[in-house]
């Protein structure tokens, strides 16, 4: 049991920051909220949008239009696991070490 307690303590957080001016004048916060996972953390200071949790949700209506495809730049930890023209996921666990790497001669 100790080993179980000990992974979940250890999930990987994804972090995105988003810069203020990148986001639309009108977006709120508890819009932004509503969107994520009830473990997720959200803060908007005058510089960022803040996210961070095991699994992040971007709304591509919350971003001026030039930025949206940038949205890549504003992620601090995790990587996009899942990406449309209106919404990118974003996950904090990602399993490089546990995928096949291509044997020489193959």
């Not at 546990?98 to 001669?105: L, N």
């Amino acid at each position: 049991m100790a080993m179980r307690h000990q992974a979940q303590d250890e999930v990987p957080q994804a972090e995105l920051r988003i810069p203020t001016e990148w986001l639309m004048p009108w977006l709120d916060l508890e819009a932004v909220r509503q969107a994520q996972r009830p473990d997720t953390d959200a803060t908007m200071t005058a510089e960022f949008l803040t996210l961070s949790g095991v699994e992040l949700t971007v709304e591509r209506r919350w971003l001026r239009e030039e930025f949206w495809r940038q949205i890549k730049h504003a992620i601090a930890h995790g990587y996009i696991y899942k990406g449309t023209a209106v919404q990118v996921t974003l996950r904090g666990e990602r399993r490089e070490r546990e995928r096949r790497t291509p044997k020489a001669g193959h």
